[in-house]
């Protein structure tokens, strides 16, 4: 099994509405800015629906 891919991991924490700042990877890191980059792109998705009314 592979080890867990932290932009995947994100994406899956914005989901279940798991704030940013929950990102368990240190700050400063490549993980922690690929876990950043995978919340912010479910999240991002998740604010322009609302703004649209869906």
Do not use: C
Not at 7 to 23: L, T
Not at 24 to 53: I, K, N
């Amino acid at each position: 099994m592979s080890d867990p891919d932290p932009f995947e991991q994100g994406q899956r924490a914005a989901r279940k509405n798991i704030p940013a700042e929950a990102n368990p990877y240190r700050d400063g890191t490549e993980e922690h800015a690929l876990w950043a980059a995978g919340h912010e792109r479910v999240a991002g998705q998740a604010e322009a629906g609302e703004s649209e009314g869906s």
